[in-house]
């Protein structure tokens, strides 16, 4: 007998079913302390390592999973609920949900609940993000169209439920969550909801390659903003790192364009910190 292998085209829905009995179950655990951290995006831009890495500091407590979405798809479910998502503790309290900068009410809610609470984003060459963004959803059956066939029907997939979604705080879709490869780097954009809200001093904005490539400089600096003790034997390992069989393609030249000008706004608000304002989308 064949080892049973679900269809690609029904793992997303098993995996969002999982997902929501994981949900209801958080209703048996006591409240918990709120965060006061949040690590806010973007997906696929190392917030799981960084998660992780900060896991390790032992003045860090994690939320119960990485990803609690409660801004976006489990707002409904109430403050009660999120605190339930944590550990009662002292210590400072820290979670993970890359979709918190892309959702357009994400800031507004989040700054409700905990208005004091330090903020992380880590942004990444758009371009790399939107690939990897694609081949991850490819391999879990989220999406079946080549990279560029799945571009070019970005726009008609998604525009209006965007529109819609920026309207309603309480619409999302299958689309927006998994097919926005584009949208999701247009960082300028999604960044200003957030600065709109929280003062310069409680915002950090990171390269993923800071990460990466400078560990010790970056971890110094991010301990310094959360405000705790610097370790220096903080673990780094990179998380979710996709190997692919293929090799990437020719990224088209419309692609580069989709970004240049939100990489200008970018640039006039942070100059040139990020390595790819300094080559194709400069």
């Known amino acids: 007998m064949k080892d049973f292998a679900l269809p690609y085209r029904y793992r997303p829905y098993l995996a969002g079913l999982i997902t ?5 179950a958080f209703w048996l655990h006591q409240q918990g302390s709120l965060p006061s951290v949040l690590i806010i995006g973007a997906q696929k831009a190392g917030t799981t390592s960084l998660f992780d890495i900060l896991s390790q500091h032992p003045e860090i407590s994690t939320s119960k ?3 609690v979405h409660f801004a976006d798809r489990n707002w409904w479910r109430g403050q009660s609920w999120y605190k339930r998502c944590f550990p009662k503790t ?9 979709n918190y ?7 507004e809610r989040m700054m409700q609940v905990v ?5 992380i984003a880590i942004l990444r060459n758009p371009i790399e993000r939107a690939y990897s963004h ?11 169209y080549s990279f560029e066939d799945a571009l070019a029907a970005e726009a008609e997939r998604t525009d209006s439920d965007w529109a819609r979604a920026e309207l309603d705080p309480e619409f999302w879709s299958f689309a927006l969550q998994h097919q926005s490869y584009m949208r999701r ?19 950090l904005v990171i390269e993923d390659q800071d990460i990466f490539q400078m560990p010790r400089l970056t971890l110094e600096k991010i301990q310094a903003f959360i405000g705790v003790t610097q370790q220096k034997n903080l673990c780094l390992s990179h998380k979710n790192k996709g190997v692919y069989k293929t ?4 990224f088209p030249r419309t692609l580069t364009q989709y970004f240049t000008d939100d990489g200008k706004a970018l640039k006039a608000r942070y100059g040139a910190r990020f390595s790819w304002l300094l080559s194709e989308l400069a």
Request: charged residues 30%; aromatic residues 12%.
């Open 90 to 98: 002292p210590s400072i309290t820290m979670e993970a949900t890359p």
């Open 20 to 24: 929501n009995v994981r949900n209801h």
């Open 65 to 67: 999973m990485k990803e």
């Open 134 to 144: 694609y081949k991850y959803e490819y391999r879990r059956g989220g999406e079946r």
């Open 101 to 107: 900068l892309f959702a357009p009410f994400a800031a």
């Open 115 to 119: 208005p004091d609470a330090r903020c």
């Open 185 to 203: 780097g247009l960082y300028a954009a999604h960044l200003a909801k957030w600065e709109a809200i929280l003062p310069r001093n409680r915002l």
């Open 247 to 250: 090799k990437k393609p020719q």
